[in-house]
């Protein structure tokens, strides 16, 4: 999902450049790139191979290729979609080895904030949205929280 997301949404980023929808997605593919060393450490620890296949990319190229005219209906789509993926995200949680809390705790918190910056989008808040992200990324500076490492208490 994650390789899935950062391809899509930085594909996207490139099309909608200088788009006023742009922020939102801009801000999006920040926190992929933020994401990316948590989640690939938890994937080498798991012995999970985080490399996107042919259809994730072919999937991710899809859903990026939308019309812009379509965007605001796209949005409200991965929006529905995002909250029941968080559902079960929340299912998996309380599956997850007790020794990678922390992350599986940030698993979920990131998720949260990918769906607020959505719900922003949605109902016109976008000057909302950097300010938002910013406190996540502060929060969560320097923290790799790697499954099985306690949670620096920066970020408790």
Known sequence: ??????????????RLDGD???????????LEIFNRPR????????GLDAAPGFFTKLKAWAVSSVPKVFLG???K??????????????????????????FLDYM????????????????GRDSEI???????FLKYNGSMLRPGEPMPRMCA
């Open 108 to 123: 979920l918190a990131q998720e949260e904030m990918q769906i607020e910056m959505m719900r922003m989008a949605l109902s």
């Open 20 to 30: 006023e929808r742009s922020l939102f997605w801009k801000t999006y593919l920040d």
């Open 77 to 102: 789509i991965v929006y529905s979609e995002t909250l029941k993926y968080m559902e079960w995200l929340r299912e998996l949680s309380l599956e997850g080895p007790a020794d990678a809390r922390a």
């Open 73 to 75: 209906l796209l949005l």
């Open 1 to 14: 999902n994650r390789a899935f997301a950062f391809m899509a949404v930085g594909r996207m980023v490139e």
């Open 39 to 46: 989640y690939e450490a938890a994937a080498a620890v798991w």
């Open 130 to 136: 950097l300010r938002f992200a910013d406190d996540f």
